[in-house]
């Protein structure tokens, strides 16, 4: 069988002995909010209103558990791993105060884990094991121009020797040999050696490739008397020799301009059993704002980043390999902005919707396309609306995933543009010739906006602001449910909390949703005040757990092969009328590229229900999803975990 066709007030109790919940009054879509609160609050409590448009709550942790969460993905015990690392906060950065938590939704505990590095603007994606791999964060804060008290920048290291590489520590002294200034590197680095070039027909020697490194040097004096304005040769300090000769420095401007954030190499898998951070071998390059997204075969794929400089990445992209815990670079090189959405489709290659969260040149791997990584060829898709309007959009698989039809939501200008998009756009990748088409419009053009699949195969679009981190007041407090059969919003209850720059959403198995995060640039309209981070967490009931009983499913195989079946018990398996497995969400930074809901095919006898997973690898990747069975009124059941291998 196939799929058949101003002030509010808050009453707070406690759940467990660790977390506070807040039940909040919304604005609801089309209520006016005349007469008292009281009376607000009894209108959108009545059961009609919430069947209609759902209802949102307000999750406060006690003081000492609350972080600025930056990252949030659901593991398979059902339980929420929140990653804040310094949570952008220099002060807990200079501290070394890294922070995580483990939530559980469920039973309301909440749990300090320690935190190995700096995770804050890390990368993550599922892995078929059940763990979450992380790979990247912060090295270095970012510091604004006028900020800068010593000249600084990007030094390439020479090594011309053919027979052996060169290491140079922290704090190795370059002196310029044409302006005499003098600066010294912050960290160590390793500059191969040359290479030995010869004629292939003749086989004469036609000289060396030098070795390169990239280190990043700052004057040893504050000042702007040290700053230099062109290129200069640096000779090395304490190197003798031939190793003066064949070692040297090269540097362009060194000077006092914005210093941007810089990326670690350390990547870890996080065991969501033993709740602990698992230290495996470090990327090739380092990261700060990377995607790491899930390949045919199983390993992952990291993309993108600020490396170690406080550059972008150049191109150079690199893969994980779960069976040995190791990262090889790809063959190829291919540039992206910072965050890329980046999505694997059902013939393995790579589906870049031009969604990023910024930093890179607005003219260098902007447009969207299909990537067939192993080739490195990149087949533009035309038609893309706004697509200056790109940075801060977000992309979902429409669900489901067997449609191959994605949808871009919203986003704006590049950096700190006022620009923003109120469009969404549309491609149906099994088309022959794939196009971007607009859909729905939203109401207001809108930065961040978070979105998640549904159990129901409807989208809840959510949140967001008008400007850049939510600049001038512009946080969008409004939510939609968007009906991928009749390609049309519907306005749901209105949420408390706004949400901006570094906020998110999660599928709970319980068919809840849960929204992380925000971090405003300012706190007032004016752009006076500086902005507070948002550290409460806001569930979103949505209307089809108000009303009709739920399915029950139970039993059944806690794992499935493709293209096996599985049996599972429900009082009411005759009544269903489509199963999906959701695959949970790994988000940050308006990018979810793990979520996905697959339609199972099934059988119903009795109680008795029967689905097959699909043969496709590339469509089902190995892990951990949540099934799903929702019946003919559109009431999922709870979420059973089936792990596919």
């Known amino acids: 069988m196939r799929d058949r066709a101003g002030r509010r007030r808050a009453r707070r109790f406690a759940i467990g002995t660790t977390v506070v919940i807040a039940l909040a009054g919304m604005n609801g ?276 980043g600020l490396d170690d400089i406080g550059q972008l990445v150049p191109g150079k992209n690199e893969v994980y390999d779960p069976e040995t815990q190791e990262w090889t670079y790809t063959e190829e090189e291919r540039q992206f902005p910072t965050y890329p959405a980046l999505f694997l489709t059902r013939e393995g290659k790579i589906f870049y919707s031009g969604s990023n969260a910024g930093y890179g040149p607005d003219d260098v791997g902007r447009d969207p396309g299909i990537w067939d990584v192993e080739t490195n060829e990149f087949t533009e898709i035309p038609g893309m609306s706004d697509a200056n309007m790109l940075e801060t959009s977000a992309t979902v698989l429409l669900p489901p995933a067997q449609d191959e039809r994605y949808m871009v939501v919203g986003g704006g200008g590049v950096g700190e543009s006022r620009l923003a998009s109120e469009k969404t756009r549309l491609v149906d990748l099994s088309a022959d010739e794939p196009r971007f088409t607009d859909g729905p419009s939203l109401e207001k053009g809108t930065r961040y906006p978070q979105v998640s699949v549904l159990p129901t195969d409807e989208v809840l679009v959510s949140g967001g602001s008008e400007d850049y981190r939510g600049r001038s007041d512009s ?58 981070f948002e550290q409460r967490i806001e569930i979103y009931t949505p209307p089809y757990l108000y009303g009709e009983d739920r399915p029950d499913l139970a039993d059944g195989p806690e794992s499935i092969g493709r293209g096996e079946s599985g049996t599972f018990t429900s009082s009411v398996a005759e009544s269903i009328e489509k199963v999906r497995l959701i695959r949970p969400s790994a988000s940050t930074h308006v990018t979810d590229v793990d979520q996905r809901s697959i339609a199972l095919d099934f059988e119903a006898e009795g109680d008795r229900l029967t689905v097959t997973v699909p043969e496709n690898a590339n469509l089902v990747q190995a892990g951990w999803y949540m099934m799903f069975a929702t019946d003919g009124n559109g009431v999922p059941s709870k979420a059973r975990w089936v792990r596919v291998p």
């Open 29 to 304: 879509p089309w209520l006016y909010r005349f007469g008292s609160e009281k009376y607000h609050q009894y209108t959108i409590n009545k059961p009609e209103y919430k069947a209609e448009n759902g209802k949102w709550e307000v999750v406060e942790f006690p003081a000492k558990y609350r972080q600025n969460t930056i990252h949030a993905a659901l593991l398979h015990t059902g339980k929420v791993l929140l990653v804040a690392g310094s949570g952008n906060d220099q002060e807990n950065f200079d501290a070394k105060q890294y922070d995580t938590r483990v939530w559980d939704p469920v039973e309301g505990t909440v749990k300090k884990v320690p935190t190995p590095n700096d995770l804050f603007c890390t990368g993550h994606t599922q892995l078929a094991n059940g763990n979450l791999l992380i790979a990247g964060g912060t090295k270095r804060y970012e510091k604004l121009k006028g900020d800068v008290e010593k000249a600084g920048g990007l030094m390439i290291v020479h090594n011309e020797n053919p027979d052996k590489p060169m290491t140079l520590p922290a704090g190795t002294i370059f002196t310029g040999k044409e302006n005499g200034k003098t600066f010294v590197s912050k960290d160590p680095v390793l500059v191969p050696r040359a290479e030995k070039n010869f004629d292939e027909e003749t086989g004469e020697f036609l000289g060396n490739t030098p070795g390169y490194g990239r280190i990043y040097v700052e004057a040893q004096k504050k000042g702007a008397e040290y700053e230099t304005g062109t290129q200069d040769n640096y000779r090395i300090e304490g190197l003798e020799g031939e190793d003066a000769r064949n070692t040297y420095g090269i540097a362009e401007k060194l000077a006092l301009d914005k210093k941007d954030f810089q990326g670690i190499r350390d990547a870890f898998e996080f065991d969501p059993v033993a709740e602990k951070y698992v230290k495996v071998d470090p990327m090739h390059e380092a990261r700060w704002y990377p995607t790491l997204t899930t390949l045919s075969d199983g390993k992952i794929l990291s993309v993108s």
């Open 475 to 532: 946080n969008i407090l409004q939510a939609r449910i968007y009906d991928t059969e009749a390609d049309e919003f519907r306005r749901v209850a209105d949420p408390l909390v706004g949400r901006n720059y570094h906020s998110g959403s999660i599928l709970l198995p319980d068919g809840r949703v849960m929204f992380f995060g925000s971090d405003s640039l300012f706190a007032d309209k004016a752009n006076t005040k500086p902005g507070e």
